[in-house]
């Protein structure tokens, strides 16, 4: 099985270590064409801003989008739920507009007020380790949508279908079970394909 | 729910890989540097060739330069506090800013001690010259490092230089063997288990940006191919001649730094850079990365 993660910025190297910790390949994804070859997307953690205009400006905005319509995986962490998300607070249009959710930037603050805790996920036995940096939050989500966390009350952690999106870094700790969450679901859609 | 820890700090570091965070002394440059891809934006009252120009002492920025930036853009805000200044530092920390540069292009507060960087919830970066001074300023709390080079200068040669140095001590540690390593880390004033970090990762313990007299997008990609995990620009944006197109193509030639011929593509037209000037025109008291130790 192989995952890409896309390494236009952010938090690659972090990633893939983590999915072949998890058991499958990772691959560092600058190119377009790389998709084809690709079982499931890891969208890291980074700068939204900055990822979603390198995404514009290299023609992975319709790429990743049909990579979505063949059903393949996609798992958005931090930077990378914002760049899945339909809807961005306080902005006009957002980037891939894959999953129906509306996503708060920076909404616990600034780095100051960046915090980890313990989160129970829906699907994973005991809690993970969740690592929050200037992390936004999902504030709506549509039907298809189905919230797997909540911190305080609010949505941290969401699944529609084959996509999936983490507030948090899971990256940034030695604990792979989300990732092994996400090989997961690359294997369900495998069969569904067959 | 900690606040503060090591991960959090260190982890802020890791969003911004592969990324360039840029120098801006006012509003209408930070929406310059979010709009070309900036991954945070370093607030100042001068940039490093004007400190340069002005002498003096140079120190913190006024605050009402920070809270315009913070108000404008939505990516993070640096802000530079003097080396041992921590009073600057906590100011900053109660203004909001996202991260702290303990820097050296700020006259020195105090020359025998840094900021013990450890006591505050918000990360620091600190210039590195070489492995010793890198790891004696993580073994003080910096959650990222960046080389020193020569600031506002727009001459790379120093900062390939303090790339290529840590890169070769790193070599070096990790060939010797445990019973090597005390007396290695006596000889770099750095602690032992810092060292022996070092010595089984191959790695330093925190990100390291590249700084100090990047001015073209192939400066920007050399110090990525040296090893840089992204790179700092100082004064090479907003004082070249057009820096709204030279912010964006560093911003490419960064992410893409092995393909050359986007590289080319990106610089094309550019207009002048900033105008450089040559290290050994310099005299002892201005050079900055000769301070802190």
Redesign the interface.
Known sequence: MKVGVLALQGAVAEHIRSIEQAGATGVSVKRVEQLDELDGLIIPGGESTTIGKLMRKYDFIDAVRSFSEQGKPIFGTCAGLIVLAKRIEGQDGAHLELMDMTVARNAFGRQRESFETDLPVQGIDEPIRAVFIRAPLITQVGPEVDVLSTFNGEIVTARQGHLLAASYHPELTDDVRLHEYFLGMIKESAVVER | ?????S??KR??A??????VIMDVMNAEQARIA?AA????VMALERVPSDIRAAGGVARMADPTIFEEVVKTV???VMAKARIGHYVEARVL?AL????IDESEVLTPADEVFHINKKEF???FVCGAKDLGEALRRVGEGASMLRTKGEPGTGNIVEAVRHLRLINSQIRKVQNLSKDELYAEAKNLGVSYDLLLDVHETGKLPVVNFAAGGVATPSDAALMMHLGADGVFVGSGIFKSDNPERFARAI??AT??YTDYKLIAEVSKNLGTPMKGIEISKLSASERMQDRGW
């Open positions: 729910m900690e606040t503060g820890t991960r959090v982890g802020m890791e969003m911004q890989k592969g990324g979010e891809g900036a991954v945070a939505s990516i993070p920390e909001g800013a996202d991260y919830t918000i990360p911003v490419e992410t893409h």
